[in-house]
């Protein structure tokens, strides 16, 4: 299985900043050691053609050229630098380039991504571009899939995801989030599911059960972009709810099993994971790429040679 990584391009941060930028790189180095069936790769960055599929192209150049305001910056929490730039397209590059993978091999993941919170026209959360509405509008773009569905488990509102592909009813977005959690605007999907404070593994895995039963009544996608984020981690400093890792192990599955069943290729992010111990976030994303890695083998191992293999 294809996992791309960006860890290599790092943005400097002032110390003691919140976000876990060390967690790629572990994550990767743990892929690295233990999962011998993935291989890992660098991915392209996304151009400005790529990004302004869903982003104001105006947008684009202004973040990508160190033109937005002080304002602009603060809202997406990270210090402009050329560095944030390049991390920003080669995360994007990395879903793209998993979805053109999952196509093909029917599971791939994007050891970063999951930057839902960036809208059309400005960046937000730590979030610059928006990695799976850039995707998703690729491979529209490329002729690779007509309808796509953002299956969104991080614990925040996927808002700028909702914005950026409003009224495009060739993309279904659902988000499973905390109600009360950072955005505290939220931007209406195609399917929210809102999540009381303190939601355990039984209620989630039985709203995520629902939810995804709602998805495949209504839409029939063929391909899914999955944001597996480690922030409804009952230890997640952000979080508010209240999953065990075997919890979000099983809605790993339950995301990869319901696709597989009905031959829909899933393209994974990571996602947000803020958790007390850096560690933690670490175990909860490897667990995801190892369910991804488990699913992937036993779907290539039905499929014919020749569906396989890169494309030409
Ligand atoms: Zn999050």
Redesign the pocket.
Known sequence: MIAYYTDRYVLPLPPGHRFPMEKYARLRRRVERELPLVRLAVPQPASDAELARAHDAQYVRRAAGGGLSAEETRAIGFPWSPQMVERSRRSAGATLGACRAALQELVAVNLAGGTHHAHRDRGAGFCVFNDAAVAARGMQAEGLARRVAVIDC???QGDGTAAILEGDDRVFTLSLHGAKNFPFRKVRGDLDVELADGTGDAEYLAALDRALAALFRRFAPQLAIYLA?A?PYSGDRLGRLALSKAGLARRDRMVLETCAERGVPVALAM??GYAEDIDDTVDIHFNTVAAACRTWARLAAGRPAIARGPRP
Request: glycine letters at 28%; hydrophobic letters at 30%; zero cysteines.
């Open positions: 991080d614990v925040h984020g922030d996602a947000g």
